[in-house]
Structures are given as structure tokens and as C-alpha cells.
């Protein structure tokens, strides 16, 4: 059977017209308005075999805020040659299936544009094999794809998220999951990369990276506040939560994943984070089925196979109110475009009030916990019973102290706004910790202290033996 190109040709098919608009209305929420696109880049897109679709995502004017209209460009695609084929030829072939689709969102305006996780390569992290795949990396900040971008960025005056597998020379050739960003004139303004590695079915991921230290980075540009929570992140609602309070408008989900693991997931993640953080998200998603050369398992009791399954595409964009776009097809290389007001974000945070409650109770716990515990240490300090119990503390707090980590990252930022405590919130964990060690060094001068009286005593006990001895001897 072959692949559902779409779920809403489906609908078109046998739902008659009144009463589709209200299933529209219920699946996606308020009707979008399709944007006109121009002849040149209507062509382009036909000649060049690959969907262009464009939707206006308007929000009530204000008084004292002029509209803050952004157009972001999703990009969805196959890989363009078969796995065998040379690594360098893989590559200009992806580069130069992007270029085309750039530049047709170029004409479109677009201003920020993002492509799916790792482009420049097959998603081969399901075969478990080094070679040929880790040739694929390159540097984040001045590898051939980097500089390939920069061009195409300063072309068309585009922010572009990048989303490659890097190297990182600098630091031991270690191996990522990067997200490139591209400033609209070319510079490389940063980069970020995926905070949480699947461990499920094929995704294999954690054979060739880590999870990200690199904290929850937001990225100023001309065109708003955006970040990037690449592809396993968006099953992680915290995730997404700290994006929002480190002030992102726009978060790019850049993934790739099968049709038989994600898809009853795909249409809600982003849109669900969208609502419960105020801001837009963008899913994109790569198409199609890529084979490789030699069979591999899953664990699972399946028979080996040589690909992944079906990656179905169906990249939207969804927006702070809860409504969203129609989505690219599951089968086909794609562009969509989306007109955005970013004034929606204060708007639907104004309405809904969720902000309101975002007061996470493990900070005053933390808090509470040390001050409880150094009161126990002034008071029952020289009893052993609670020397051993305080330490069994500090070894639970060492054994969890990568959630602490997290927590603290956080809570601090909910009052800082500082991305600095964020990317390092190893440097928030230590403060958090330390009066909790403050009292480990206590007990330990304390018990250095009641050791150095033992040993005086037992020394001068000795000395006052020796002398009655010498006094019975003379």
C-alpha cells in the first residue's frame, strides 16, 4: 500500500464543503488566511517538484504596539541520493536541493528559515555503525555547510537554523546534535544542540552523541526571539517550558521521525507546547524511506531490515491561541510558509493567565531543606547518628545532582531572565548546594576537632603514665 499523501485531501474527499469548514475549525482551530505567493516562486516550486504552502497568522491590532509581523519558512525533504553513494556527493546534493528551496522561500520574504534535524545526511543513527556515518559531522562554526549558508543567508536577508551533526575539534572531535544559527547577514550568532537522546526502536542515537550542555539558549535576532528544541526534545514539556521562560517567541522543533513510533504524537507536541508557553512552534518533519546497505535490529524481536520506516513530514506551524496550520504532505519535499504577528504572544499570555502559576515548589523545598539542616548541625553536631545521616544527604544530593541541575537552571531564571545561569546551571546546582556543604565542612573541622582533643588526651594520658612509672622507678 502506498504511503497517505494527506490527511486533509482525505477530508476533501468525502466531508461535504459546509460541513468541513467546522472540522476544520475543530481540528486546527480559527481558519488562517493563504498567503499569494508570486508567479516566479509559485513556478519555481512546480519545476522544482516540491509543495509550497502559505498561511497568514493574524492577531487584533493594539494601541501602542505596532504589528510585529515575521514570515517563517519550514523546509521538508527526502535525502536527494541513495546511502551508497560517496559522503562529499551526498552532501552538494542535499546543498544543492536546499539552495533550491531557499531561494524560492526568498522570494516568498521569508525571514527566518529552518530545515529538519541533521539535513546534510541520511538519519543512519539506526544502523549502530561508525563508518561511513560519522563523516558526515563537520564543524558547527566554519564547516562546508556553515559557510554554504551564510551565503544563502546574506542572499536573502534570512535568519537560517541549520540543524547538522557537528564536529567539535576544539574539544576532543566529540560528535553532536547540532542546530546551527545564521544571522540574516551571514554571522553565526550561536548554536545549540539536542538536550535529550531517544533510547526507542531504531533511534540508536546515544551511540555516536550526548545530551547537550548547552543549557536552553535563546537567540536574538532582527526578527524576534527564537530557539531550537531539536526532535526528541518535544516529548519533554519541561523542555519547552524552558525555552518560554528564557524568553523565546518562536520555537523550531527540527526532527526526524517514523511514521510507525510518532505520528498519533506529531499533530499534538508542538501545538500543546505552543499553548502552554505562549509562543509559536514550528514542527518539521523529513520525508521519505532511506535504505541502507547493511541490515540492522531493533531489539524488539523484528526480523533485521535495512531502513528506518516512513518518515511522514506533515511540518506546521502552530500559534500561542491553540490554532495551528494545515500541515505539509507525509509523502513530499516541502516548503511552508507562515506570516506571524509575534504581539499574539503577550496577547494570549495576557488572556489565559498561565503564567501566573508557574511557580515550581522545588526551589523553596531546597531552600527550607538547608536552613532545617543547618540548624540540625548547630544543634546536634558532635551526635553521630546525624553526622551519618547528614552525609547519606549529600551523597543522594551528588546522585541527583543533574535534576538538581535542571531545577535550579530553571528557578533561577525565572528571576534573572539570564540565559549565563542557564547554560551553566551547573554554577546554580553549586550554589544551591552549598549550605548543604558548608555544613559537611563543618562536621568535618568538627570532627578533625573532637580527633585533635582525642589525641591530646590519649598523649597526655601516655605522658602522665610515663611519669608515675619513672616516679615508682625512682
Not at 71 to 100: D, F, M, S, Y
Not at 212 to 236: D, M, Q
Not at 445 to 459: F, M
Amino acid at each position: 500500500m502506498d504511503e497517505l499523501y494527506n490527511v486533509d485531501d482525505i477530508l476533501k474527499k468525502y466531508i461535504p464543503k459546509e460541513e468541513l469548514k467546522e472540522v476544520n475549525r475543530i481540528i486546527y482551530g480559527r481558519e488562517y488566511e493563504n498567503l499569494q505567493f508570486c508567479q516566479e516562486a509559485v513556478a519555481a516550486a512546480e519545476s522544482k517538484n516540491f509543495e509550497l504552502k502559505g498561511y497568514k497568522i493574524s492577531c487584533p491590532s493594539e494601541n501602542l504596539r505596532k504589528p510585529r509581523i515575521v514570515k517563517v519558512g519550514l523546509i521538508q525533504n527526502k535525502i536527494v541520493l541513495e546511502t551508497t553513494e560517496p559522503i562529499q556527493c551526498q552532501i552538494q546534493a542535499l546543498h544543492q536541493r536546499i539552495e533550491e528551496i531557499a531561494n524560492v522561500a526568498g522570494q516568498c520574504d521569508v525571514n527566518v528559515l529552518c530545515m529538519q534535524e541533521a539535513w546534510t545526511m541520511p538519519f543512519a543513527f539506526c544502523t549502530r555503525e561508525k563508518v561511513p556515518w560519522c563523516e558526515f559531522a563537520e564543524s558547527a562554526e566554519d564547516g562546508p555547510t556553515t559557510k554554504f549558508l551564510q551565503k544563502v543567508a546574506a542572499r536573502h536577508n534570512m535568519v537560517i537554523i541549520s540543524p547538522i551533526l557537528e564536529r567539535d575539534e576544539v574539544h576532543g572531535d566529540t560528535i553532536w546534535n547540532t542546530a546551527v544559527v545564521i544571522s540574516n547577514t551571514g554571522n553565526v550568532i550561536g548554536k545549540t544542540r539536542k538536550n535529550h537522546i531517544p533510547r526507542v526502536g531504531d533511534f540508536n542515537e546515544s551511540t555516536y552523541y550526548m545530551e547537550s550542555l548547552l543549557g536552553h539558549p535563546v537567540f536574538e535576532t532582527v526578527f524576534g526571539k527564537i530557539a531550537v528544541n531539536i526532535c526528541y526534545g518535544r516529548h519533554h514539556p519541561q523542555n519547552w517550558m524552558a525555552y518560554g521562560i528564557n524568553g523565546a517567541e518562536i520555537v523550531f522543533n527540527p526532527s526526524a521521525t517514523v511514521g510507525g513510533l510518532s505520528e498519533p504524537l506529531w499533530a499534538i507536541e508542538a501545538r500543546n507546547a505552543a499553548i502552554a508557553n505562549s509562543y509559536y512552534t514550528c514542527a518539521i518533519n523529513r520525508v521519505g524511506t532511506e535504505v541502507f546497505p547493511n541490515e540492522f535490529t531493533s531489539g524488539d524481536g523484528r526480523p533485521p531490515h535495512k531502513d528506518f520506516g516512513h518518515f511522514y513530514g506533515s511540518s506546521y506551524v502552530a500559534a500561542p491561541d491553540g490554532s495551528r496550520t494545515p500541515a505539509l504532505s507525509r509523502t513530499r519535499d516541502g516548503l511552508l510558509v507562515a506570516e506571524i504577528d509575534l504581539n499574539l504572544c503577550r496577547q494570549v499570555k495576557d488572556k489565559w493567565g498561565f503564567r501566573i502559576n508557574w511557580k515550581e515548589p522545588w526551589i523553596l523545598a531546597l531552600i527550607i531543606f538547608h536552613m532545617f539542616n543547618l540548624f540540625l548541625v548547630i544543634r546536634l553536631r558532635n551526635r553521630p547518628a546525624f553526622q551519618i545521616s547528614h552525609f547519606l544527604s549529600l551523597l543522594f544530593l551528588v546522585a541527583c545532582a543533574e535534576k538538581l541541575n535542571e531545577i535550579a537552571a530553571r528557578n533561577w531564571s525565572l528571576f534573572s531572565k539570564e540565559q549565563y545561569f542557564d547554560s551553566n546551571g551547573m554554577f546554580i546546582s553549586i550554589v544551591l548546594a552549598m549550605p548543604l556543604c558548608l555544613c559537611s565542612l563543618f562536621i568535618i573541622i568538627n570532627w578533625l576537632y573532637q580527633t585533635s582533643q582525642l589525641l591530646i588526651v590519649v598523649k597526655r594520658k601516655e605522658l602522665v603514665s610515663s611519669h608515675n612509672v619513672k616516679v615508682k622507678e625512682g
